[in-house]
């Protein structure tokens, strides 16, 4: 690559990086972080100031990142920064790679899952939890659900996304007993969700990974078919583990629509309830570790 070429892919990078800055900051409400809104704020989200002040560092200094000019940034500063935004995983990872900086503490846990949160997941065994975002990933999820499809606790955070699973791994794919209506109707939701977030970085990256990774999504992306919630009904599981599983799912939103929502599986009859106590048995134990 030339000089001038990796120039203008630092150019575009630091305005990528400048750009998902914003994104993230005007999408936190002041109380969320524990601020007051005030009376006269104009600005959606929170203030430069606010980040700066959340993040320890100088307001200048976060004003010249989100101008995308040319500073350094260190890996101590964008992880003060990922959490104060409460960035996801994902977004985590995607902050880090537009710095080109390697993460210091790669896999960190969600800052927006509250402890409260995590415990409902670990009291609600057996009942398999999760929590999604409208992007499908995964930010937390108990112990039996990690091992529902695949083992997750094996998979890098990047790949922790349900869409890009069931699209791209082998074992999660399987699993999936009703899978061409299941894939179908993700990808459809998929870009309903992506149609208010048409502009953010993290969106158009893993749309893109997608786009690469599987030729099946690009024929079912190319339908242009849209779908902003599906009703509710049983989901057909096929655990490698204790056999098939037939479940109802219910979805609780943790904050406003389309935010992150807990979305819980219940066994649908009593040989369902039987095969998850056991696997929830199987993964306590310690006897999935390594299979």
Excluded at 49 to 76: C, F, K, M, N, P
Excluded at 139 to 168: H, I, K, S, V
Aim: glycine share 4%; hydrophobic share 40%.
């Amino acid at each position: 690559m030339t000089t001038t070429a990796q120039a203008a892919e630092t150019d575009v990078r630091r305005s990528e990086l400048a750009a998902f800055l914003r994104s993230r900051r005007e999408r936190i409400a002041p109380e969320q972080v524990g601020l007051p809104r005030g009376r006269r704020r104009r600005t959606p989200g929170l203030r430069r100031e606010e980040v700066a002040q959340l993040s320890a560092v100088g307001v200048t200094w976060y004003t010249w990142l989100e101008q995308a000019r040319d500073i350094h940034v260190s890996a101590q500063v964008l992880d003060s920064i990922a959490r104060a935004l409460l960035l996801d995983p994902n977004e985590r990872t995607h902050l880090f790679t537009l710095a080109a900086v390697a993460d210091p503490a790669p896999g960190t846990e969600c800052a927006s899952i509250s402890e409260s949160v995590r415990a409902m997941l670990r009291q609600l065994e057996p009942i398999l939890v999760c929590v999604q975002n409208s992007r499908y990933d995964l930010l937390a999820y108990n112990r039996t659900y990690g091992n529902l499809l695949c083992d997750l606790d094996a998979l890098p955070p990047q790949e922790r996304n349900c869409m890009w699973l069931a699209f791209t791994n082998p074992g999660w794919s399987q699993a999936l007993v009703d899978r061409e209506e299941v894939i179908r109707a993700m990808a459809a939701k998929f870009r309903s969700a992506m149609a208010e977030h048409i502009a953010e970085p993290t969106w158009k990256h893993l749309l893109g990974r997608l786009q690469q990774a599987s030729p099946e999504f690009r024929e079912i992306w190319e339908r242009h078919e849209v779908m902003r919630m599906a009703p509710d009904r049983t989901k057909r599981f096929l655990n490698t583990h204790v056999g098939l599983l037939h479940l109802h799912y219910q979805m609780l939103w943790l904050g406003p629509r389309p935010g992150p929502r807990m979305i819980a599986y219940v066994p649908a009859d009593e040989e369902s309830r039987a095969r998850l106590e056991r696997l929830q048995e199987l993964t306590v134990s310690g006897a999935l570790a390594g299979v």
